[in-house]
């Protein structure tokens, strides 16, 4: 079966329709994209925050952008738990804008209410108490994951690891001394304090007062049961170890970080505040919005392509109708036979013969008299010459 030639006409009909269905379908009708990048560009995550503290019932709404989050999620397990709990200032990230901000808005809203140092740390940690606990198996699926701050609010739960991790964030932002504190298969925190009541690790010559973050209703200073008696690591945090991630994360919290400088001033016993209204602090954030598709059109973003695709298909145009109008005649195939002049007769003893033989093949033969032997007509029944029936 003979293929079919790539110059014939029907080839080079298809040729052509294929190249303008290329050109023309971004013009008809342009590509539609949407990278993950740009999906999760106005994309907030809305997490809403309850608690009490002062005898008040507390809410607080955040919003988070899809892309901050994502970039943290980015870090594998496997790099998470290589990361011993004397470098867990990698994941303590004072350094994100919108943490910052957090921190200064529930320090300024503490303020306002006449919250002392002591408070202040008391009212961060129910905050971080109020985020439900459960392990990392049961939220991730990963045995050991610990999480960043901006993951843990996200998440809206955590384990130990990842409720410290966020305390220790919000009051190392708010200018507080704080270390990481290992009691036996738990994290917690130490603030660093002087003269106040309650459970207390030495570290590095300085006080610093254990701050459980996972049961709700622990004050600074109270031990649960199970770590009585208990020996525990204390950890000191370096925050120049933190990930930081490209992405700038905004807010339009009413918290101005730059106006808010902070000592380190150390948490003293003072009394709790009383008749404090309820308040409802809210961290505004623009609400999820579906992000916008790119247009991608082939002409505008790649001219010389379609200079080329348009010269190729004018080209194969005007081949094509130069070929309709000019057909090539075909000659019919000419097949000769060899012939030798040095070959004769005489070389081939039975030459003579195969010539009369093929002379018979063309001539009909005459009809001979087997009685007398004489020549006769092809056609004649009788001989000629005696008579008798020769067919």
């Not at 933190?242 to 101005?256: K, R």
């Amino acid at each position: 079966m003979s293929r079919l030639p790539l110059s014939s006409k029907p080839i080079r009909l298809l040729i052509i329709i294929a190249l303008v269905l290329v050109v023309s379908l971004p013009i008809i009708h342009p590509f539609q994209v949407a990278t993950a990048q740009n999906a999760n560009e106005n994309q907030y995550y809305n997490t809403e925050f309850a608690w009490n503290y002062g005898g008040n019932h507390w809410t607080w709404n955040l919003s988070i952008p899809v892309g901050l989050y994502d970039a943290y999620t980015e870090v594998s397990d496997s790099v998470r738990t290589q990361i011993s709990l004397a470098h867990f200032g990698f994941f303590t990230t004072t350094q994100d804008n919108l943490i910052q901000t957090l921190a200064y808005d529930l320090n300024n809203s503490a303020t306002q209410l006449g919250y002392n140092s002591d408070d202040k740390v008391n009212f961060i940690l129910a905050f971080v108490q109020s985020i439900p606990y459960k392990t990392d198996n049961a939220s991730t699926g990963y045995q050991d994951y610990p999480r960043f701050p901006i993951e843990t609010l996200v998440d809206n739960v955590g384990d130990c690891k990842s409720h410290s991790i966020l305390f220790a964030t919000l009051t190392l932002i708010m200018g507080y001394g704080t270390v990481y504190i290992n009691p036996p298969d738990h994290l917690a925190v130490g603030v660093l304090g002087n003269n106040l009541q309650g459970a207390y690790f030495t570290y590095n010559n300085n006080t610093y007062y254990y701050a459980e973050t996972t049961g709700t209703g622990f004050t600074l200073g109270e031990l649960p049961d199970q770590f009585k008696g208990q020996s525990a690591y204390v950890y000191g945090i370096d925050v120049n170890q933190q990930y930081t991630v490209n992405l700038q994360s905004t807010s339009t919290g009413q918290s101005n970080p730059t106006n808010q400088p902070y000592t380190g001033d150390t948490p003293t016993p003072s009394p709790k505040g009383e008749n404090i209204p309820t308040v409802s602090p809210d961290i505004s954030q623009p609400t999820i919005q579906p992000a916008q598709p790119i247009s991608i059109n082939l002409i505008s973003d790649n001219p010389t392509l379609f200079i080329i695709i348009a010269v190729a298909i004018g080209t194969s145009i005007a081949v094509t109708i130069k070929t309709a109008k000019n057909p090539k005649e075909t000659k019919p195939n000419k097949q000769t036979v060899p012939t030798n002049s040095n070959i004769s007769l005489y070389e081939d003893p039975n030459a003579q013969e195969k010539l009369l033989n093929n002379a018979y093949t063309i001539v009909e033969k005459n009809k001979f008299c087997i009685f007398c032997g004489s020549s006769n007509k092809s056609f004649a029944l009788y001989c000629e010459k005696c008579g008798k029936r020769i067919a």
